[in-house]
């Protein structure tokens, strides 16, 4: 009879499976607050587990589809009793297809997806609307208990308004419906129209003055008051 000692290879099948069970762990531990705010698993047939499944390089992970990276491509959070995608839901920015149907969200949802650039599929339940408006995207389709939302639409280019940001200035897309103007290469400030860099040194030598003459300006009341008592 062979003997099991911690040579034999017997032996490594335990300690193989302890450490494959200790780096689940490590990686659960390690998913964003997002991905396991909400309990229970995602259905088989559900649009992000179909896109994570089909897409190469991508894994479901609870409520997550995430690349090699930890990356965020996907979210499911339908039918987890939401009434607001959450204080944790700016971390899945980078998903490209994220499904909140079957939850009584309420209120306007506009700045609730403001950085999410890449999103074109967004899942919602039948009255709330698109983030951004219908012309914030390409496509808008209606069903018995969702919409979706899809192809979202860049607003630099179809906005056709040369004025949208200054001179100095170029709009970038910030989420659907919203942009943002970024200062270009020396220049900063309002409307972009301060030229330089903008000097910390300066910010904080004009905010120490200006508490140093608060104090100042207090102290000598305080000193006014006590006369006078």
Known sequence: MARCGLDSPLSVVPWAAALLLVLSVERALALPEICIQCPGSVQNLSE??????QTPGLMMHAR??????GTIMGLDLQNCSLKD???YFPQAHTAIIIDLQANSLQGDLANTF????QLQTLILPQDVNCPGGINAWDTVTFYINSQTCQEQRN???STGD?????ENGS???DGPGLFQCVC?????????MRQGSFSLLMFFGILGSTTLSISTLLWGTQRRKAKAS
């Open 155 to 157: 607003l630099c280019n």
């Open 162 to 166: 040369p004025e949208m940001c200054p």
């Open 171 to 173: 709009c970038a897309p």
């Open 48 to 53: 992000v587990a179909l896109y994570c499944n």
């Open 85 to 87: 995608p959450g204080p």
């Open 114 to 117: 403001r950085g999410f650039t």
């Open 64 to 69: 997550c589809c995430l690349n090699w990276k």
């Open 184 to 192: 270009a290469e020396g220049f900063h400030g309002y409307k972009c």
